[in-house]
């Protein structure tokens, strides 16, 4: 059967299917409540396709190993192994290709997973379904469900395809993962406005989404890539991913540096030719190694290197990075787009307060464990006072009526606090908790006689209990329904009173404007009653008080956006809940603007302009759907942002594939939101992206460092080449020499500063821009003067061993160690690029550099005095003399770079007072 429908109407293509009745929806589909005949089902599955989400193809494993090299730090690398050949060093030119090889392997193994995602996504769909078929029930695979049929569903079922609900009794789905809604959500049978947003659409019930109560009958009206989770699959399909700043970075500086060295090697070998007289052969291969000089061909291999270290320190602090560019990118970081439910906030609804007749009343603790105090708050004087709950009997009954009027358990399991059943009902009995009252014993204490269940029509629950030796009808519910059902309200001394209804109305949206969901609880005498029914509850109720509920954020969170916002990185709620709830969070959360925010049907009216315009004066984006996400990000990214997009839900996955970090939470997450992020939270803790993005910003300053360090050497020598050449004398340093300068510095000297320790002020620098230039004016200078210091020592070292009498291989041993010990002296210098390295920690600080001087000075004395060495390399056997005059200059190099940095340091300081005038 096809995957994807040969017909399709446009009145059913764009049929608001939540705002249609239910005899409006069958009669649109042409069906019947009794199901569609065999037959007929087998003509729809072939005009609509069968419900399954389509599939990419994915790439074969040789066209990703093939891409790998796709990229121009590849290509210098090819291009220096193919200059190698040429020289006829064909063992040079394979351990090139070798480090090409294992660099590829790296990158093909950190993103083989990469395009599962869609995968996942499909594997939400439930296997089979329960369906009416010739006015029988059956059970068919959910992939032969089409348009038309009638299925059932109840609790602990996958919705197996988008429904328009017949018949529901108190039916409740978890929608978290496709809308962001954070308690489950009531159905009913009403349509709804057509611009309804999805979490609003409470005649539907979508794909993918779980039934945790009740029981329903439903239409299906779309399938497959036309539900809601096929239409995210499709988005997701059609994200692009952005390059990361290095990478976009490090292709920019390579291309600008294959090009001046292919023109210096091209205008070197013609100024021979041309001016000298030299011959071409001779000069081709000047060129080559002018070429082979100045490619670092150590640094992919470096900076992937460094990349893989960053892995390996953000494992252990609970941050898993899937692809490895994604380390650096965390550095550069500027805003986080963040859901709200379960990574901001614990998921743990809280009740905060309870307004009684007599005033509110405070009530402290987060979460599930049932610990806190009650406070009594004084609004006039702005003022708590402690209570003795003893001495509170309308406050214990209170309680004691919502423990009943509740049918969730509090539990400890493995040592942590856990409800069993609706987490707003275990906010209830956490609260009764905190003051002493079993949940289990008082019902054992007052049985239960009958219940109204709660259903979304309704709006209440209602229970019968023998309370205080009378039979006690006890009510709990919306706050508006119930202020309609009751005419009184308790009194201070118990008694009831007339019921104030506009205080009450006032109290409400006061606890509202908190961010609070607000449920009332109240009760009547009802005797002579076996089997209750709705009309004995709904009249004659006295009221007995509200209770505000919070799903509260966590601890570490506040901590983690205080972190951020020092750091010049904006957190950003993207959440489906509502726009007072999410509002309040973000307050309490400590985000910068939380003076409005938008819902997602205000950024569907916006332009992309008008969008972009208010992306960075409001932090708080509420009732959003996947589209709206999608849409953040690319108005962030329009105006020069790089993004983070946190999300655990499927419909999280497109928005976290187009931020430039997708982050996703390892434990609440869904597979398809891990498979589309490039990050993923072991705990996820929101504050441990913070501690992601530190160690971010060091792999960036440390790469840094390394490039800073290792272009002179490359420069250096490339001058030494480029000036004998023009100058028509000997070349101080052969192209094989060269190339082994080149690799022994980079697999010693340059992999130390890749485990510097980040600097102490690395959390209090604003995100550095992504498209400034990887080698800035400062930078340049810094490689050009450094280049030529050790042009100088090159230079002044071969003509010196010449002038004492010594070989053209001794003075050719002197300038490679000059360059290579020069080298090491740099790299202390390296370490700080503007403090000063002359201090006990600056030189011997770090390990991990003298371990590498040593390293690279043993090979050193190999390379000088092995005979098979000297036979391969022509090199030469130094004397004390020459060791002392190549220490002297480099400890020379070492100071003058030192004072250049003191210049700079002086500069600086004498330039900030005035830029702050």
């Known amino acids: 059967m096809p995957d994807q429908p040969s017909s399709r109407s446009a009145s059913e293509a764009n049929t608001a299917w939540h705002a249609l009745s239910a005899a409006d929806a069958l009669n649109e589909l042409d069906s019947q409540a009794e199901g569609l005949s065999d037959a007929e089902a087998e003509q729809r599955l072939v005009r609509y396709g069968r419900n399954r989400l389509q599939q990419s193809e994915g790439r074969p494993w040789w066209r990703r190993l093939l891409e790998q090299f796709n990229n121009i730090l590849m290509m210098i690398l090819l291009v220096a192994a193919v200059a190698s050949l040429g020289l006829g060093h064909t063992l040079d030119a394979a351990a090139i290709v070798g480090v090409v090889v294992i660099i ?27 369906v009416l078929r010739n006015g029988q029930r059956q059970t068919i695979d959910a992939e032969a469900l089409v348009p038309g049929d009638i299925v059932m569903v109840e609790s602990g079922d996958r919705v197996p395809a988008d429904l328009r609900l017949i018949e529901a009794k108190r039916l409740r789905t978890e929608e978290a993962a496709l809308t962001g809604e954070s308690t489950p959500v009531d159905k009913q049978l009403e349509p709804v406005e057509s611009d309804s947003e999805l979490g609003d659409r409470t005649a539907m019930a979508y794909a993918s989404t779980i039934v945790v109560q009740g029981t329903a009958r439903g239409l299906v009206v779309e399938t497959g890539t036309r539900s809601e989770i096929g239409r995210i ?19 920019r500086a390579g291309r600008v540096l294959a090009m001046f060295i292919l023109g210096a090697a091209l205008f070197t070998g013609l100024f021979g030719m041309l001016v000298h007289d030299q011959p071409l052969g001779e000069m081709f291969m000047a060129a080559v190694g002018l070429a082979v000089a100045a490619i670092p061909e150590g640094l992919p291999a470096i900076v992937t290197i460094g990349l893989a270290l960053g892995v390996q320190a953000m494992a252990k602090r609970n941050a898993i990075i899937r692809r490895l560019p994604a380390v650096e990118t965390l550095g550069s970081i500027s805003t986080i787009f963040s859901d709200k439910t379960g990574t901001l906030t614990r998921n743990e609804m809280t009740a905060q307060a309870i307004w009684l007749p007599e005033g509110e009343i405070r009530i402290d603790g987060v979460g599930f464990d049932p610990e806190g105090a009650f406070h009594r708050v004084d609004h006039d004087q702005a003022s708590e006072a402690g209570l003795d709950l003893d001495e509170q009997p309308a406050l214990r009954h209170f309680l004691k009526v919502g ?19 609706d987490p707003t009902e275990g906010a209830l009995v956490v609260a009764a908790a905190k003051a002493g009252l079993d949940a289990r ?22 229970t019968l209990h023998e309370l205080d030796d009378e039979p006690r009808l006890l009510v709990k519910g919306a706050p508006d329904r119930l202020l309609e059902m009751c005419h009184r309200q308790r009194g201070a001394d118990g008694d009831s009173v007339e019921l104030d209804v506009e205080a009450w109305e006032n109290r409400i949206h006061a606890l509202s404007a908190r961010g609070l969901r607000v449920l009332a609880l109240a009760e009547k005498t009802l005797h002579a009653v076996d089997e209750l029914a709705d009309e004995h509850a709904e009249e004659e109720l006295v009221l007995l008080g509200l209770v ?31 726009a007072v709830t999410a509002r309040a969070i973000a307050q309490q959360l400590g985000f910068a603007h939380t003076e409005r925010a938008l819902t997602g049907r205000e950024v569907e009216a916006m332009s992309d302009a008008e969008l972009e315009d208010c992306i960075l004066e409001v932090d708080v984006f509420a009732r959003a759907a996947p589209e709206h996400k999608l849409r953040l990000v690319k108005a962030m990214q329009a105006r020069g942002g790089i993004c983070a997009m946190t999300g655990d839900g499927v419909n999280d996955g497109p928005a976290l594939k187009r931020a430039d970090v997708g982050v996703a939470m390892g434990i609440q997450g869904t597979e398809a939101a891990k498979e589309a992020a490039e990050m993923v939270l072991a705990d996820d803790n929101f504050a441990t992206i913070a501690g992601a993005i530190e160690e971010g910003r060091k792999v960036y300053d440390n790469i840094r460092k390394t490039i800073t360090f290792l272009l002179p050497t490359n420069g250096g020598q490339g001058l030494a080449i480029m000036l004998a050449v023009l100058a028509g004398t000997l070349l101080p340093v052969t192209p094989l020499q060269a190339l082994w300068v080149n690799m022994v510095v980079a697999v010693t000297l340059g992999l130390a500063l890749a485990f510097e320790d980040a600097e102490p002020d690395i959390m209090q620098r604003q995100p550095r821009d992504a498209d400034a230039a990887l080698l800035d004016m400062f930078l340049l200078w810094r490689v050009v003067f450094v280049s030529v210091l050790l042009l100088i020592g090159v230079f002044g070292m071969f003509s010196w061993i010449l002038s004492q009498g010594g070989s053209e291989a001794l003075a050719r041993s002197g300038a490679v160690n000059i360059l290579v010990t020069g080298s090491a002296a740099y790299l202390i210098n390296s370490r700080y690029l503007i403090n000063s390295s002359l201090s006990w920690e600056g030189v011997f600080g770090s390990r991990p550099v003298w371990i590498a001087i040593a390293l690279v000075m043993l090979l050193q004395l190999a390379w000088t005095y092995l005979p098979f060495m000297q036979v391969i390399f022509g090199s030469a056997a130094l004397g004390v003399d020459h060791w002392l005059m190549i220490v002297a200059a480099s400890a020379a190099l070492f100071l003058i770079v030192e004072l250049e940095k003191w210049v700079l340091r002086r500069r600086e300081q004498h330039t900030q007072p005035a830029e702050a005038s």
């Not at 590829?104 to 939400?124: C, P, T, Y």
């Not at 014993?441 to 709006?459: T, V, Y």
Request: proline share 5%.
């Open 403 to 421: 423990v009943l009027c509740n049918d969730a358990e509090l539990a400890k399991e493995n040592g942590r606090w856990v409800i069993h059943g």
């Open 441 to 462: 014993e008082l019902r054992g204490d007052h049985d239960r006689h009958d219940a109204i269940p709660f259903e979304s029509e309704r709006k209440y629950m209602a």
């Open 104 to 130: 590829a392997l790296i990158g093909f193994v950190q993103e083989g997973k990469a395009e599962q995602a869609l995968d996942s996504i499909r594997n939400m769909l439930s296997p089979q379904a329960k």
């Open 233 to 251: 699959s499709e988005m997701l399909r059609g994200v692009e991913q952005l390059k990361t700043p290095l990478l976009r970075q490090i292709d």
């Open 548 to 578: 505000g509920l919070l799903d509260p954020p966590r601890d570490e969170a506040i901590r983690a956006v205080k972190q951020c916002l020092a750091a010049g990185i904006r957190p950003v709620m993207v959440t489906g809940d509502h």
